[in-house]
């Protein structure tokens, strides 16, 4: 049984002090070991959430449409995005405005909401993209008035995680985030650190392992269409 950092044919892994478990997807003293359990050198490989970006609205229509599912019309034509078109340009706007990167909002949303299928405990009527507020046990979180106060919502808390020196009163729009004031701010500035497992400061937007990862991967996958 191994313990703490090893050596293995010219690659460190670490293991657990008391399991011997391999330590995967988490940062220990510094240092990050991915899927694998191979350290690498993340720090230069992690994506930003603030900046320009690197997709466009039609990459992020096709993206959605490669899986195959149902837009939910009526719902959300309802509150001002009658097609994946509208809601995609929706989501760029926003992202634009606040200088996050769409690419991040978009993935994230698609994760959090089965690519707009839901089923879990917030609704699509919510308008509620990111679960904002959704805390587990039926509890449904935040609904807002229409699809673009949602999403500005989670621009503006993706903002709150990404910018250490953000306040509502720098926001470019006026802050519709109710949980804003909640978050440390900067202390997840990227994409991989929204996971608290994998956040060197265990902060993030949620607890389960490999969150950050997730979106980073669908990422990846987005940026290649």
């Known amino acids: 049984m191994l313990y703490g950092e090893q050596q ?18 988490k940062w220990i003293n510094g240092k990050y070991y991915g899927s ?52 995609a340009t929706i989501f760029y706007e926003e992202a634009s405005d606040e ?24 609704k699509v009527s919510q308008y509620n993209f990111a679960g904002l507020g959704a805390t587990g046990g039926g509890v449904a979180g935040e609904k807002f008035d229409n699809v673009r106060q949602g999403i500005r919502a989670q621009i503006q808390h993706l903002k709150a995680y990404a910018n250490s020196e953000i306040t509502q009163e720098k926001l470019k729009h006026p802050c519709v985030d109710n949980r804003f004031k909640y978050v440390e701010k ?39 269409l």
């Open 8 to 25: 293995i044919e010219e690659k460190w892994y670490a293991f657990d002090d008391v399991t011997g478990a391999m330590i995967r997807n």
């Open 36 to 87: 694998d359990g191979v350290r690498t050198d993340k720090e230069n490989s992690l994506y930003s959430i603030e900046g320009v970006s690197l997709v466009s609205v039609a990459q992020m229509v096709q993206y959605f449409n490669k899986r195959h599912v149902e837009y939910p019309t009526a719902v959300l034509k309802a509150g001002g995005a009658a097609s994946i078109q509208e809601l």
């Open 99 to 122: 200088g996050i990167k769409a690419e991040v909002a978009w993935t994230q949303a698609m994760l959090e909401t089965n690519f707009l299928q839901y089923g879990g405990d917030v």
């Open 186 to 224: 900067g202390c997840a500035s990227y994409v991989e650190w929204l996971g608290q497992k994998e956040n060197p400061n265990n902060k993030g937007w949620a607890t389960s392992a490999g969150y950050g990862i997730s979106i980073r991967n669908m990422i990846d996958d987005l940026l290649k």
